[in-house]
C-alpha cells in the first residue's frame, strides 16, 4: 500500500516540481527583445516598488485594525447560529474580486450611494477593495483564534472579577497581538500579489504594482524582457518578506473551514452591533452592484454565452485538477522531507502571475502562446485553489491513515482497496466543497486569463472588465450578477451535498 | 507448535527480547507491568513492527520472511478494529478478501459467519449504531472468517464490562474449538481468564519473560510467587 501511495505522490510532486522548472524556464529563455537591462531600473520601477509596498502595507493594517473589534466582539460567548456568519466570512474570501472592484465602484464612484471627496479610482479604491475582500478573512481568523481560549482561564478571569476591560487587557490583548502579526503578513502578501484590484482602480501609471506592470509589459509594450524582470522581482520581493517574517503566516484555511461550536444562546446585545455592522459593511457593495444591475433592462452581449461556456469549463478542469492535486499531496506513506515541505510552501507563496509569466514566456518561446492558452489557465488556476483545499483533504486522510493504518496492514489491503474504502469515503463529504471552492476561484479568476489569453479569447471576468473599461458600468453590474449567481449556485449545490451525505449516514 | 526463538526487537533506546513454545490449540495468557512489550510482542509476531533478530516458527516454518498478511496470525486490537464508516458487511468481507469484492460463495460466508456470531441483522448497519459487545461479535466474525490458525488479542475486551467481557471470552472459546485455534491474549484480567487458559507468559522485564504452564503458574503463586508483578496496574486497563 505504501508503495502505492509514494507512486501516486511522486507524481503530484512531479508535476509541481515541473511546473516550477518550466516557469523558470521560461523566465531564463524568454523570447528576447526589450532595452538594455539597466534602462529598467528607472525611477518608474522603484516607483512601482515602493507603491506595490505601500498599498499592501496601508491595505493590511486598515483590515486588521477594522478585523480587531469585530473578531473581539463576536468571541465574547459562543452564539446560536454562529456557523452562519462564519460560512458567510469565509464565502466573502472567495468570491470575484472583480465583484468586490465593482461593487466599491457602484458603492463609490460616480452616481453611486456615497460620494467621495475625491474620485474612487487610485489609492483609495484600491484601499476600499483590499479591506472589503481581506476584512472578512482577517475577522474570521482572529475570531477564531480568540475562540480557542480555554474555558478555564475564562472561568479564571470570573473569579477574579475582571470586567471586559480587564479581561481584554490580560486574556485577549494577548493573544489579538499574537495572531495579528501572521494575519497581518498573509494579508499584506495577498495585496502585495494583487493584480485585478489594482488594475481595474488604480487609474493610471501612477498606481501600478509589479503585477500589473507585468500585465503591461507583455500585453501592451510586447517587452518580453521587462516582463521577466518584474516578474522576477515580484517573486523574490514576496519570498524575501516571508523568509523575514516567518512562515507562521501562511494560509491555513482548515482553521477557517472548521465549523465553530455555535451556543444555545442567541447573541448579544454587543454581538448583534458586531454581525450588524459587519454585514453592512460587507454586503454593501453588492447591494449597491445589484441596485445598479437593476436600473436599466437586462441585455446581453452576443459574446456571453461564448464567455460563460468559457469560464465554466476551465473551473470544471482546474477544480479536477487541483483536487487530485491535493489529494496526492496529503497522501500518507513515505516520510514528508524538507524538500516536500519546500514544494508545499513554494506553490502556496510563489504569486501565481509569476509563475503564470514564466510559463507564458516559454509558450511564447515555443511559439505555441495560442494552443497553450486552456491548459494554462486550468493548470494555474488549480495550484492557485489546490492551497486552499489541501488542509481538510490533508486532516481527514491523515486521520484515517492514523485510525487504520495497522488494520490495513494486518487485512493485507493493497493501495486501490485502501483509496476506494478507506480514504475515499472519508473525504468524500468534503470532495463536492473542495470541488465548488476550486470551481469558483475559478471562475473569479481575471489575472492568468488577461495575460495569457489572446485578443479572441473570452471568459465571464474578462467580459466584464471589457465593459467596465468602455464604461458600460450598468451592463459590467449586470454580468456580474450572472457571475455571483453561478458561484453562489456551486457553493450551494456543495453544501447541499454534504447536508444529504449527513443525513443519508 | 508456536515456536519463538531469541525473538528481538528494540523501540527508541529500549531492547525487547522474547522466547517461548505454545502448542497448537492452546489458549496463553500474556500479563507483566506496563510498558514491558506485551502488546510489542504481538505486533512483532504479526509484522508491525520489524524483529532485529531471532526467529518465530509456526509448525516448522518460519514466518518472519513472509510478507504480513501471509503470517498465520490474525489479531485483534484494543480498538479500532473496524472502519466505522463501513458497513458491517464490508468490514467482514474485508476478512476473506482484501478488495473489499466477493463472490456469491463469499457473501453466503460471510452471512453464515454473521449467523455464528449472532450479529445477522446488523450487516447493513455501520459500527457507531452497534453496542460495544456487537462491535466486539463483529470483529470476532472477521477474524474468524480471515481463517487465520493463530490469533493474537491486543485486550480486545478490556474497555468492556466483566459480563461483556466473558462473552467475549466465550466466543473466543467457541473459535478456539470449532477452528483448533492457538490463541496469545495480552489482559489484565488475569483472574477471569485462568480458567480457559493453557499456559501464562509472564514478563519481569522487557528482556526476560517466564513462560510457564498454568498449573505451574497457579502453584508458584500459591506459594506467594510473582505477587510484586502481577499487583502492578491489575486495574489499569479500566
Request: aromatic share 8%.
Amino acid at each position: 500500500m505504501i508503495a502505492g501511495n509514494r507512486l501516486l505522490r511522486r507524481l503530484g510532486a512531479g508535476l509541481l516540481w515541473l511546473t516550477l522548472a518550466l516557469a523558470a524556464l521560461g523566465m531564463v529563455l524568454h523570447p528576447g527583445g526589450g532595452y538594455a537591462w539597466a534602462s529598467y531600473f528607472d525611477s518608474w520601477l522603484v516607483r512601482v516598488i515602493w507603491f506595490s509596498i505601500y498599498q499592501a502595507l496601508l491595505s493590511a493594517t486598515l483590515s486588521l485594525l477594522l478585523a480587531w473589534p469585530f473578531a473581539w466582539a463576536l468571541s465574547q460567548t459562543p452564539f446560536r447560529g454562529q456557523w452562519l456568519l462564519a460560512a458567510f466570512l469565509n464565502l466573502a474570501f472567495i468570491l470575484p474580486v472583480l465583484a468586490v472592484v465593482l461593487g466599491v465602484v457602484s458603492l463609490f464612484g460616480q452616481n453611486g450611494w456615497v460620494t467621495l471627496p475625491g474620485t474612487v479610482y487610485g489609492l483609495p479604491g484600491i484601499l476600499l477593495a483590499h479591506v472589503a475582500l481581506n476584512l472578512p478573512f482577517a475577522t474570521r481568523l482572529l475570531w477564531d483564534r480568540l475562540s480557542q481560549i480555554p474555558d478555564h482561564q475564562k472561568r479564571l478571569a470570573e473569579v477574579l472579577g475582571m470586567g471586559l476591560r480587564h479581561r481584554l487587557r490580560w486574556l485577549e490583548w494577548p493573544l489579538i497581538r499574537m495572531a495579528s502579526g501572521p494575519v497581518f503578513v498573509l494579508i499584506a502578501l495577498l495585496c502585495f500579489s494583487s493584480f485585478t484590484v489594482i488594475l481595474t482602480l488604480g487609474g493610471g501609471p501612477a498606481n501600478t504594482n509589479l503585477e500589473v506592470a507585468v500585465y503591461q509589459a507583455l500585453k501592451y509594450e510586447f517587452d518580453s524582457r521587462a516582463a521577466m524582470l518584474y516578474a522576477v522581482l515580484h517573486g523574490a520581493l514576496a519570498l524575501t518578506a516571508i523568509g523575514a517574517l516567518g512562515q507562521g503566516g501562511l494560509l491555513n484555511m482548515e482553521a477557517a473551514v472548521r465549523q465553530p461550536r455555535g451556543g444555545q444562546r442567541g447573541p448579544s446585545p454587543l454581538q448583534w452591533c458586531a454581525i450588524l455592522g459587519l454585514l453592512a459593511l460587507l454586503l454593501s457593495p453588492y447591494a449597491a452592484l445589484l441596485d445598479r444591475a437593476l436600473q436599466a433592462d437586462w441585455h446581453w452581449p452576443a459574446r456571453l454565452p461564448d464567455a460563460l461556456r468559457t469560464s465554466l469549463g476551465i473551473a470544471v478542469f482546474s477544480s479536477v485538477c487541483a483536487v487530485l492535486l491535493a489529494l496526492s499531496r496529503c497522501l500518507p506513506g513515505a516520510v514528508r522531507t524538507r524538500r516536500s515541505r519546500w514544494l508545499d510552501f513554494g506553490v502556496l507563496v510563489i504569486p501565481a502571475m509569476v509563475l503564470t509569466t514564466g510559463l507564458f514566456l516559454l509558450c511564447l518561446r515555443l511559439g505555441w502562446a495560442r494552443e497553450a492558452t486552456w491548459p494554462l489557465i486550468i493548470w494555474v488556476n488549480a495550484l492557485m485553489a489546490m492551497p486552499l483545499i489541501l488542509q481538510p483533504l490533508k486532516a481527514r486522510i491523515q486521520a484515517a491513515h492514523s485510525q487504520y493504518h495497522r488494520l490495513t496492514r494486518v487485512l493485507g489491503m493493497r493501495t486501490w482497496p485502501v483509496l476506494r474504502l478507506v480514504y475515499w469515503p472519508l473525504v468524500r463529504p468534503v470532495m463536492l466543497w473542495a470541488l465548488a471552492l476550486s470551481a469558483v476561484l475559478s471562475l473569479g479568476d481575471m489575472g492568468v486569463a488577461a495575460l495569457v489569453g489572446q485578443v479572441d479569447f473570452v471568459t465571464l471576468p474578462l467580459l466584464i472588465y471589457q465593459s467596465m473599461g468602455s464604461y458600460q458600468m450598468t451592463l459590467a453590474a449586470q454580468m456580474m450578477v450572472v457571475l455571483l449567481a453561478l458561484c453562489a449556485s456551486l457553493l450551494l449545490l456543495a453544501e447541499w451535498a454534504r447536508g444529504r451525505y449527513r443525513a443519508g449516514r | 507448535m508456536l515456536d519463538v526463538r531469541q525473538l528481538t526487537t528494540q523501540l527508541g533506546d529500549q531492547d525487547f527480547h522474547w522466547e517461548f513454545k505454545l502448542a497448537a490449540g492452546d489458549l496463553m495468557a500474556i500479563v507483566g507491568a506496563s510498558g514491558l512489550g506485551k502488546s510489542t510482542l504481538l505486533n512483532v509476531l504479526c509484522g508491525l513492527l520489524p524483529a532485529t533478530a531471532g526467529e518465530v516458527r509456526w509448525q516448522g516454518r518460519d514466518v518472519l520472511d513472509q510478507p504480513l498478511h501471509r503470517r498465520p496470525f490474525g489479531i485483534l486490537f484494543q480498538s479500532h478494529n473496524l472502519f466505522e464508516h463501513l458497513s458491517v458487511e464490508v468490514n467482514l468481507a474485508l476478512g476473506i478478501h482484501p478488495s473489499g469484492r466477493l463472490h456469491e460463495a463469499d457473501r453466503e460466508r460471510v452471512l453464515t459467519a454473521a449467523r455464528r456470531f449472532d450479529i445477522a441483522n446488523l450487516l447493513d448497519r455501520t459500527p457507531d449504531r452497534l453496542s460495544g459487545g456487537q462491535q466486539q461479535r463483529a470483529a470476532l466474525a472477521r477474524v474468524f472468517l480471515q481463517r487465520k490458525p493463530v490469533l493474537l488479542l491486543d485486550e480486545p475486551f478490556s474497555s468492556l464490562d466483566p459480563a461483556l467481557r466473558q462473552e467475549g471470552l466465550n466466543w473466543v472459546r467457541d473459535m478456539q474449538a470449532e477452528q483448533g485455534s492457538t490463541v496469545l491474549l495480552v489482559t489484565h484480567h488475569l483472574d477471569e481468564m485462568l480458567p480457559v487458559t493453557d499456559q501464562v507468559l509472564l514478563g519481569l522485564t522487557s528482556e526476560q519473560w517466564l513462560s510457564l504452564s498454568t498449573d505451574e503458574f497457579e502453584r508458584q503463586r500459591a506459594q506467594g510467587a510473582f505477587q510484586s508483578l502481577l499487583g502492578i496496574d491489575t486495574d489499569a486497563s479500566y
